[in-house]
């Protein structure tokens, strides 16, 4: 059945990729079978297929079989930028022909695993997760002469990069692309790469040709854009998989899937239901030996769960990122018979110090519940060896929604925080961490201070991740009473959140802000649960 060129409403999604003679083959086809399988939105499949045959090769019987199976429309493209270049083909695939509202560019070595549905990240005109690490140079300096050389002048915002975090001009993975139709967005980023590829700075650089020159494209366009977090385009050459699949998994190579359970049991599932498949990976030695019954399934990470108990414990710490509603907790706390102690005096000075605070638990019998905001900041064990028996919850909300109340509040209560931080964090954060927080302090353009100062907030706590329990912060109230005595006896629950970007308490923020924030916080907010997206 075909899965979207017959039907009669134009589809929302155009999904493409490159699907050539020889290894690709066998990736394109589990590609298209794991979209086939996974996704519910209206889409069409598209194969690029790259001409002349007598350069790129003829594709198998089983491979047009089994496109025509899926529905899977082939186009034929060529090369743009010079056929020494084959990661050039994948420039020809942005502009193909579609009724669709948005194309969607797929590295053919990515196997999709669930739906995405329809997040608020993906109503701009561009989206793409920022690069693993720094392959091509962070610095303006490097990129100056290329953006000149493309009639384009330098962006004003720095990104993360998601595995490293290393900040730098925008640099994108361009494994997974989405990109509004009709742009003409793959005239613009071809020439981009042809204009910049003779350069002197890019004697050196060809293999990153095309992801040096996608950001160039984009703002030659002057796109709107998100920055992906990690579950668009997961790098499983890099990082285990998570215990929730990615939307989409870019492996790479097939020893990453023999590596890891979930995408070995995909790719045999997949071979099983579609004899095609299984014979054109037969014949590539690296996918043949997955098919073996003798190559062992890899076995599941252990899962480590977080005991419940019923007793409450005597003391509560609720900290978290400022504006995330941990004021609010604290006075539901209170409303169910808890002590409340909002910022006790030293505490938050003590934790920074790695001093013993015992003071701050004597405020009478039952339980105590104590507000201290930064201290998930202090050194390791600091909470742990001031107040042994506490609870450690952390407040987390989205960043839409944090920053728009930072932004209602006097900016040098921020600059206050940067400053205490900076003041106080030298002896125990690491020198990677100490330099961003400076490189913060000294940033002009406020809407990129505010995200990337809620970016570095979100960084710590994840690097302490361990340690407290999260408690995501949804509308205006955090916990209702039984949800509050839930984390007073210890289950923990409230794990929701809601998306931000319409919400009416985000309307002061403006186009330069939800851009900042679009393009250097995504990462971060998802892994704390609390993306838009």
């Known amino acids: 059945m075909s899965t979207g060129a017959t039907s009669a409403v134009d589809p929302r999604y155009a999904f493409v990729f490159v699907c050539q003679a020889g290894e690709i083959e066998a990736k394109a086809l589990l590609l298209a079978a794991s979209l086939k399988n996974t996704l519910r939105c209206r889409h069409e499949l598209i194969a690029a297929v790259p001409s002349p045959a007598h350069i790129w090769g003829e594709l198998s019987p089983d491979t047009r079989l089994q496109l025509d199976e899926f529905g899977v ?15 050039g083909n994948k420039l020809a695939c942005i502009d193909v022909p579609t009724r669709a509202e948005k194309v969607v560019f797929l590295d053919s070595d990515i196997l999709c695993l669930r739906d995405f549905g ?13 690069a693993d690490v720094r392959t091509f140079a962070a610095a303006a300096e490097a990129w100056a002469p290329l953006y000149a050389a493309a009639g384009v002048p330098l962006p004003r915002l720095h990104l993360p990069t998601t595995v490293s975090g290393e900040f730098g001009l925008p640099y994108f993975n361009s494994g997974v692309i989405f990109v509004d139709a009709g742009l003409e967005f793959g005239r613009a980023w071809i020439d981009c790469a042809n204009t910049i590829r003779v350069t002197p700075e890019m004697h050196e650089q060809r293999h990153w040709l095309d992801q040096v020159s996608l950001p160039i494209a984009v703002h030659r366009l002057g796109l709107a854009y998100s920055a992906l977090d990690e579950r668009y385009n997961f790098p499983a050459h890099l990082q285990a998989l998570p215990g929730e699949s990615p939307f989409f998994c870019h492996y790479h190579w097939p020893r990453i899937v023999r590596g890891e359970a979930r995408l070995l049991g995909l790719v045999r599932e997949l071979a099983e239901a579609h004899p095609a498949i299984a014979r054109v990976m037969a014949r590539d030695p690296e996918w043949a030996e997955l098919l073996d019954p003798r190559t062992p399934m890899p076995a599941a990470p252990p899962v480590t ?35 409340a102690v909002d910022e006790p005096a030293g505490l938050l000075a003590a934790l920074a110090a790695g001093e013993v605070a015992p003071h701050s638990a004597e405020h009478g019998a039952g339980v105590v519940a104590m507000r201290c905001e930064l201290s998930f900041l202090s050194p390791a064990g600091a909470v742990s060896r001031a107040l042994p028996q506490a609870r450690m919850l952390a407040c987390v909300r989205d960043p839409f929604a944090t920053i728009a109340d930072w932004k209602r509040q006097p900016h040098a209560e921020m600059n206050a925080a940067i400053a205490w931080t900076i003041a106080s964090g030298e002896s125990w954060l690491t020198p990677e961490a100490f330099a961003q927080l400076g490189r913060i302090a000294r940033l002009d353009d406020i809407a990129e201070q505010r995200a990337t100062w809620w970016w570095w907030l979100a960084q710590r706590l994840l690097d302490r991740i361990d340690d407290w329990t999260i408690v ?11 949800q509050a005595r839930a984390l007073m006896g210890g289950t923990y629950a409230l794990q929701t959140r809601a998306s931000s970007q319409s919400a009416p308490h985000t309307s002061v923020l403006d186009d330069g802000d939800r851009q900042a924030i679009r393009a250097i916080c995504m990462q971060a907010a998802a892994g704390l649960g609390v993306a838009d997206c």
């Open 73 to 87: 429309r082939i186009v034929a493209i060529e090369n743009p930028i010079d056929p020494d270049y084959k990661i």
């Open 118 to 130: 329809d997040p608020p990240c993906l109503r701009v005109p561009f989206a793409a997760k920022p």
């Open 305 to 339: 769960r977080q005991a419940d108990t019923d007793s409450a414990p005597p003391q509560i710490l609720i900290a978290g990122i400022p504006g995330s509603g941990a004021k609010q907790l604290l006075q539901e706390l209170e409303r169910c018979g808890c002590t």
């Open 472 to 482: 995501r912060f949804e509308g205006e109230i955090v916990a209702r009473e039984t």
